[in-house]
């Protein structure tokens, strides 16, 4: 069974600062990886999505990784904002029509 | 771009009541998702539906009943509504090809009382 898992589950950085979000895997089998993003009380706003043949994806300061081998994907933001607060979900398809989804990192970056 | 639209986005119903949930999508997506989200559980899947008047059951359709007429409509019931199904209810859609990505609308605050 597909199980993946975020690390951390919470993260507090000063403005400015460039981090790394992580997501990993058990297995390989996947057809594509996407990061999500939502506000306390909102919907999933769709950031990145990665095709298994693909190595990574970059949408403005977002950067996104994925090492399907290894279980593995990155989510790498620079120079931080606080708009930038939220929770980051990470979630692959397996197979069919069904996501699974990590529990999140919540992310707080200070002013 | 994509877009699915949940009809409310906060509803208080009584214990007890049917309840109805609706989803529309714009981009004639195949497939249509019924999520529910607790705090400390995740996101869960109770149905989805890949055409029109099909459906399959997710993880916990226990209490519930799916809708789809119509391609771009899918709604989600709550037969008999308890207080244990207070929650999130979030609503996605995703073309059929298995390369595409999932759309999420911004979600139904439902609170049974």
């Known amino acids: 069974k597909q199980e993946v898992t975020q690390i951390p589950a919470a993260l507090s950085v000063p403005e400015g600062e460039n981090l790394v979000l992580n997501c990993s895997f058990t297995?390989?089998?996947?057809?594509?990886l996407q990061w999500f993003r939502q506000d306390p009380g909102k919907g999933l706003t769709s950031l990145l999505l990665i095709q298994s043949s693909q190595r990574e994806q970059t949408s403005g300061r977002l950067n996104a990784s994925l090492d399907k081998s290894s279980g593995r994907s990155t989510l790498y933001i620079a120079a931080s904002q606080p708009g930038d607060s939220a929770t980051y979900l990470c979630a692959v398809r397996p197979d069919g029509n069904k996501l699974v989804f990590g529990a999140g990192t919540i992310l707080r970056v200070k002013s | 771009d994509v877009k699915v639209t949940q009809s409310s986005r906060y509803l208080v119903k009584r214990t007890g009541e049917k309840v109805f949930l609706e989803c529309v999508q714009d981009?004639?997506?195949?497939?249509m998702f019924w999520y529910r989200q607790d705090p400390g559980l995740g996101l869960r899947l109770i149905y989805f539906?890949?055409?029109?008047?099909?459906?399959e059951k997710g993880d916990i359709p226990e209490g519930y009943s799916v809708s789809r007429e119509k391609k771009e409509r899918f709604s989600l019931i709550l037969e008999s509504a308890s207080t244990n199904q207070t929650s999130m209810y979030l609503c996605?859609?995703?073309?059929?090809?298995?390369?595409?990505?999932?759309?999420f609308g911004s979600g139904t605050r439902l609170t049974v009382v």
């Open positions: 981009m004639d997506h195949e497939n």
């Open positions: 297995d390989s089998a996947i057809y594509n």
């Open positions: 539906s890949y055409d029109v008047k099909m459906k």
């Open positions: 996605a859609s995703s073309a059929g090809a298995l390369n595409y990505g999932y759309t």
